[in-house]
């Protein structure tokens, strides 16, 4: 199991003049090893389909690799003496960020999905540095000893779970300050209990609704950017207005990413005591595999980025897994159209919010029909006749299905 454990750092003065100088010496390594790789791709591709009869070809030369860039850092240290204050895996480090931006976009990730062209960091872009390798032992009290940077003062507001390795620590600047990331694993493999109806929650996702569970419980949604909304705007004029490059316009940014960052750690904080609510009930949580980022390309974005799905889903799979249960993620086709009591397909629109079925007389909400249904696939029951059979059996986890935002309410 791997989680990881946030703290908040106060560093002396010197520390962060010192951090500050890494992260601006390593950003502009970053965009050098970032030109390399572009500059190699653009001189040795060529379109078949547009490539003529005569031409010159350029001597092709060798891709540069994590390998070869990071032989080469043994130069750059030589050349810029100012490299050599920078611990050397955290250079490495940032050759690796380099290579997993380019290759995403070249390859793809392990599914397939393929990302954007890679762009280089303008000032400021680049925010932190990780230190592959630590000691154990790094935390002592009040601080936590990190190479070539010194003891960090830290505000460890919770300790760290017994029996977990400290693989990585990261260093992030924020806009409200500095921040310690500790990568944490655990080697014990966790044992789950089989799936069943008795020990198994469902629940459905939804706008109206932050979630509804299959017992009618609902939970509303917070909508915290929308009351900041107007904060922000007013913000953003004021930005807007500040002559770039002068020391106003640095605060007014400074005001504006407070206020996003202020934003992002309310609805953080909503989803952790969300998850905690759900885990504490000791059952295994059901959701639907929905394609969040498909369903923000439609008029709903801003809702959809507003309630953070994606992100509530990740921090449920970590606290339901320390919890030693399951979440498991069952296909969306259906579950707010089938009616949960007999099985018949009950056609809805977006707009209707209430599940009336003519052949068997059920009568409750869309969502709550839906989370019903979410609860049965998840244990491999049958819909049919769910109440008058119990099933026990250990079933597979459902594999994670994506569609478009257009298909999904479609069939929604």
Not at 31 to 54: F, G, H, K, M, S
Not at 270 to 284: D, E, M, P, Q, R
Not at 309 to 338: C, H, M, N, Y
Not at 364 to 375: E, Q, S, Y
């Amino acid at each position: 199991m791997r989680t990881a454990y946030q703290y908040r750092l106060r560093p002396t003065p010197s520390q962060v003049v010192l951090m500050e100088q890494w992260l601006e010496l390593l950003r502009k390594q970053y965009n050098y090893r970032l030109a390399e790789r572009l500059n190699w791709w653009e001189q040795n591709r060529c379109n078949i389909n547009a490539c003529p009869l005569i031409c010159h070809l350029p001597e092709l030369k060798d891709r540069p690799d994590v390998y070869s860039q990071k032989r080469d850092l043994v130069n750059t240290k030589a050349r810029f003496p100012e490299y050599q204050a920078i611990h050397s895996q955290v250079l490495q480090n940032c050759i690796e960020r380099v290579h997993k931006a380019f290759d995403r976009w070249l390859k793809g990730d392990r599914n397939g999905k393929r990302a954007g062209r890679p762009r280089f960091k303008g000032a400021g872009r680049y925010r932190s540095f990780t230190f592959p390798q630590v000691k154990q032992d790094c935390i002592q009290g009040k601080f936590i000893h990190l190479p070539k940077i010194g003891a960090i003062k830290l505000i460890q507001h919770r300790p760290l779970p017994d029996g977990f390795v400290i693989k990585t620590a990261t260093i992030t600047r924020k806009a409200d300050g500095w921040y310690v990331t500790l990568s944490l694993q655990d080697a014990s493999v966790p044992e789950f209990e089989p799936a069943t109806l008795e020990n198994t929650i469902g629940i459905d996702m939804g706008l109206d609704s932050f979630l509804v569970t299959d017992t009618g419980e609902s939970v509303p949604v917070p909508q915290y950017y929308r009351r900041a909304q107007k904060r922000l705007e007013r913000l953003q004029r004021s930005l807007s207005r500040k002559q770039k490059g002068s020391n106003r316009r640095k605060k007014a940014l400074r005001r504006v990413a407070k206020a996003h960052l202020k934003v992002a750690n309310q609805r953080k904080d909503f989803h952790y005591k969300v998850a905690k609510k759900l885990v504490s009930k000791g059952k295994h949580i059901a959701y639907e595999a929905l394609n969040t980022k498909g369903i923000a390309r439609t008029r709903l974005a801003k809702s959809i980025y507003d309630a953070g799905w994606g992100q509530f889903l990740q921090i449920l799979a970590v606290k339901a897994e320390r919890a030693g249960l399951r979440a498991i993620a069952v296909d969306p086709r259906g579950t707010s159209q089938d009616c949960s009591q007999c099985g018949q397909k009950v056609p809805k629109t977006i707009r209707d919010r209430w599940h009336s079925c003519p052949h068997c007389g059920l009568e409750l909400g869309r969502d709550h029909n839906a989370a019903i249904n979410i609860k049965y696939r998840a244990v491999g029951h049958p819909v049919l006749k769910a109440q008058e059979t119990s099933f026990t059996g250990v079933t597979e986890k459902p594999a994670l299905f994506r569609f478009s935002g257009a298909e999904r309410f479609a069939l929604a």
